[in-house]
């Protein structure tokens, strides 16, 4: 009885300091998941205050190795005991290293490298580097989802997180997405072209076959710069290393984060051309950051790069990821058809969708209390996604599509 006070005596003093320093709305959203606190977490799992363990397919696509996988933890403590923070101005090797590695396993021609925190911040730099060139004007895809930061915020498509900062620093046009015909009417030889190659938050939105070429030969053919937003795309997610390549595109700007870090560190880069990254080349003081290829976050990224190479995590994400929609997707036809209408995606990146947002909210409920973490879409509401580790084993399988029948069963009784 004393650990369960004690328990609840923190999971209570962790809800009011959430609610008193870093936000009342993340603190009613914590008390609607039911005011679980995250305690500590391995590979697949993670376990909560109360001594609840979990399985982690959430963490908006940033668990690709897991949590804490041992070499990217080694490397990081490594670096941690001999170098943890470089001066910015004497040469650092372990960017150099990282950066590296991160240009040879990028499409050919993508050779210079700048190194972010956060997503948001990677497509800043493309932003920058494409108004260097002349391309100032923005054009990315509705539903598409680029940060929120005032740069990057133009191209992410929902008005919920635009409208409280109107007018904003600058203006970006959307086209439906998939739809080369309505790109064809706006692109012109001063544009800059921001695309997923699938749309995570706007639904895991999968484009066309060969849509991407297309784009990629209009912009060719109008003198347009084409950047692919590969956040969370990338590094093998979608089942190979970029998603982009499947259909042969080489952009000028490829995005990268989220999984770069190892799920230990943030770290992201906008991955360029030599002609996209010319003014940078030219000036390193254009566009800097302090903690930009901090030597902790770099350790991390070459580390998860040998990981994901030497482990063939590609591989497995593509081979786990089909199974597991195809399984999911006979579950969804069988327990729910009318209200789980659809079971999509790529790789290791699955798009639940559902008849209307109440019923998302609803799965994501069931499916905590079946004891496995998922995400829902910030841009499409009625869509919940599943974002697993690719070193998921086969009992995590089986736990992820047996909390999944169990939430849809549960669904079709609270809506028969």
């Known amino acids: 009885m004393n650990l369960l006070n004690e328990t609840t005596r923190t999971e209570t003093a962790v809800l009011e300091r959430t609610g008193a320093h870093l936000g009342a709305s993340r603190a009613r959203l914590a008390g609607v998941l039911g005011g679980l606190v995250e305690d500590r977490s391995q590979g697949t799992r993670l376990w909560t205050t109360d001594g609840r363990e979990f399985l982690n397919v959430g963490g908006y696509g940033v668990f690709l190795l897991g949590a804490r996988h041992p070499r990217v933890v080694a490397a990081v403590e490594e670096q941690l005991g001999r170098h943890p923070l470089g001066t910015r101005a004497l040469l650092e090797p372990a960017a150099a290293e990282a950066a590296e590695a991160l240009a040879e396993r990028a499409p050919g021609g993508l050779s210079k490298i700048y190194f972010a925190g956060a997503g948001t911040e990677a497509v800043e730099a493309a932003v920058k580097m494409a108004a260097t060139l002349g391309r100032h004007r923005l054009v990315g895809a509705r539903d598409g989802y680029h940060g929120k930061t005032l740069g990057s915020l133009p191209l992410t498509a929902n008005p919920t997180y635009q409208a409280p900062f109107r007018p904003l620093l600058r203006a970006a046009e959307h086209v439906p997405y998939g739809d080369i015909a309505a790109l064809e009417a ?28 297309q784009v990629e030969r209009l912009c060719r053919e109008r003198g347009a710069l084409l950047v692919i937003d ?25 995005l990268a984060g989220k999984s770069l870090g190892g799920g230990l560190l943030p770290v992201s880069a906008a991955i360029a051309t030599e002609e996209a990254f010319a003014a940078l080349d030219a000036d390193l003081c254009l566009h800097t950051s302090t ?9 991390a990224a070459r580390a998860t790069l040998q990981v ?18 195809a399984t999911l997707d006979d579950i969804r036809r069988r327990e729910c058809p009318g209200l789980l209408v659809d079971v999509r995606g790529a790789g290791l990146l699955i798009g639940l969708e559902f008849a209307d947002p109440g019923l998302a909210g609803g799965f994501l409920l069931e499916l905590i209390d079946a004891g496995v973490i998922a995400n829902h879409s910030l841009n499409a509401g009625p869509v919940v ?5 690719a070193v998921l084993g086969s009992a995590d399988e089986a736990w992820l599509v047996e909390a999944f029948e169990r939430a849809c069963v549960a669904l079709r009784s609270l809506n028969g």
């Open 186 to 213: 706006t692109v012109a030889d001063d544009t800059c072209v921001v695309l997923e190659p699938v749309q995570g938050e706007g639904g895991v939105n999968v484009p066309p076959p060969g849509y991407l070429k």
């Open 308 to 325: 994901i190479e030497e482990e063939g995590l590609v591989e497995r994400a593509a081979v786990i990821g089909a199974r597991l929609r």
């Open 385 to 389: 996604r599943l974002t697993p580790p």
């Open 291 to 299: 903690f930009s290829a901090a030597p902790l976050g770099m350790a």
């Open 230 to 254: 590969e956040i969370m795309t990338g590094l093998g997610r979608t089942g190979s290393w970029w998603a982009c390549e499947r259909d042969g595109v080489v952009p000028d700007i490829l």
